[in-house]
């Protein structure tokens, strides 16, 4: 957001001086979505299933099965949270937007029309 701060005029002037404030850099988010909604669920099903899997096979094959659990970030791209967060991602994606006037962001239906030009 780009600010200006308006600051008393030193005596004898009678203009006010503009100072500017820092300009804050667009933050970079974290992208987590995938490329489909169904891509997205099979790297779910993978995570789930393989953290559930290796502690259901502990009783059976012991604790050497939780070392599948790990492998279960790389299906997830981080955490269940993360995996989460990518899902609204993948489903928010090209449906909303966000649109910032005077300093102030809201989020909006995207417009089809904008897009195909």
Known sequence: MN?????KPPEGTKSPVIAPTAIEAPSA?????SK???RHLARGVI???LIIGSIAMVPVAGPA???AAPLALIAFRGCPTCWMVGLAQ????GRLERQCVDGVCTLT??????KAT
Request: hydrophobic share 50%.
């Open 47 to 49: 995570g789930f299933g």
């Open 3 to 7: 600010t200006v701060n308006i600051v």
């Open 36 to 38: 489909s909604v169904p």
């Open 29 to 33: 988010a974290p992208n987590f979505a």
């Open 65 to 67: 099965t939780l070392l």
């Open 109 to 114: 239906k995207a417009d089809p029309a904008a």
């Open 90 to 93: 993948t489903i928010s994606r």
